[in-house]
């Protein structure tokens, strides 16, 4: 079956960086679309960044200039760096895939339109 298993979260400082791992199995993850999401207490999911199997990134306004999403072909993992983390940054992040294919790129910060998900990463930043 599918698994997609994160890792790397943890306890930082604000300016302080982290990289997460998402390692996948089952699923040919070359043909995925992959997505980072995240959801802080009392607030909906959140979408962060996705990559398309070429490479190609699509980021949230929020991030953009901070995060960056890479994945590894041969090493069926998705990657999220985090840097100049804020505060505001601290929520379960999780990773997510999905086979459809979209050229408008902006359908990719759907939830719904993914079928296999992680369990997250917690991610906290103390100010």
């Known amino acids: 079956q599918v698994q997609l298993v994160e890792s790397g979260g943890g306890l930082v400082q604000a300016g302080d960086s982290l990289r997460l791992s998402c390692a996948a199995s089952?699923?040919?993850?070359?043909?995925?679309?992959m997505g980072w999401f995240r959801q802080a207490p009392g607030k909906e999911r959140e979408f962060v960044a996705a990559?398309?199997?070429?490479?190609?990134?699509y980021s949230a306004t929020s991030v953009k200039g901070r995060f960056t999403i890479s994945r590894d072909n041969a090493k069926n993992t998705v990657y999220l760096q985090m840097n100049s983390l804020k505060p505001e940054d601290t929520a379960v992040y999780c990773c997510?895939?999905?086979?459809?294919?979209?050229?408008?790129?902006?359908?990719?910060?759907?939830?719904?339109?993914?079928?296999?998900w992680g369990q997250g990463t917690q991610v906290t930043v103390s100010s």
């Open positions: 997510a895939a999905t086979s459809a294919y979209y050229s408008d790129s902006v359908y990719y910060t759907q939830p719904r339109l993914y079928g296999y």
């Open positions: 089952g699923l040919t993850f070359s043909n995925y679309v």
């Open positions: 990559i398309r199997p070429n490479g190609a990134t």
